[in-house]
């Protein structure tokens, strides 16, 4: 099964970054994402054989952190991806610290993943089209993180299909 764990917003955090694909959508045009599948990914495994499901779960319980904030307030572009999406201006150290552990601790557990830099961001469109100018300012959206979570992703007509499995909740 192909999985991914993430930071997935509350329905009152959603609805905030949908205020800011109403906006970009205007400038920029694209596929906005849907509303339920806005996350920030932490870490991409890819394909995982179902008989190590638990074992990946185990890793991720060995995972330790706070509670914490994040404040998204840039509205950026990946022009090579041509991607729109929320970053957070300062990542919390927090935010970190926990993308490191769980690398950790999915190392220790020898699972392989996608090993890139860490850069924290919520996909808002696909397909879009920008200059080298900056985005507009958009409302922050703070971003109580309370837990992470094992999604899968299923493959399912143009848009993404994802499922929460479990959810890891911080101290």
């Known amino acids: 099964m192909r999985v991914f764990f993430a930071l997935w917003p509350d329905?009152?955090?959603?609805?905030?970054?949908c205020v800011w694909q109403t906006a970009l959508k205007s400038l920029c045009g694209g596929r906005d994402m849907r509303e339920d599948t806005l996350h920030a990914t932490l870490i991409f495994l890819g394909e995982v054989?179902?008989?190590?499901?638990?074992?990946l779960k185990l890793a991720a319980q060995e995972v330790v952190g706070d509670e914490f904030e994040v404040c998204f307030d840039e509205a950026r572009y990946w022009r090579h991806n041509h991607i729109v999406y929320a970053a957070p201006g300062t990542v919390p150290?927090?935010?970190l610290k926990?993308?490191?552990a769980l690398e950790q601790r999915l190392i220790a557990h020898r699972f392989s993943f996608d090993q890139r830099a860490f850069k924290p961001h919520v996909t808002l469109l696909r397909k879009a089209q920008w200059v080298d100018q900056a985005l507009p300012d958009m409302p922050a959206v703070t971003w109580h993180i309370r837990e992470f979570v094992l999604v899968q992703s299923a493959a399912g007509g143009i848009d993404a299909n994802y499922r929460v499995l479990t959810r890891f909740r911080l101290m």
């Open 11 to 17: 329905p009152a955090e959603q609805g905030a970054f």
């Open 49 to 55: 054989d179902v008989t190590r499901l638990e074992s």
């Open 93 to 95: 150290p927090q935010l």
């Open 98 to 100: 926990l993308a490191k």
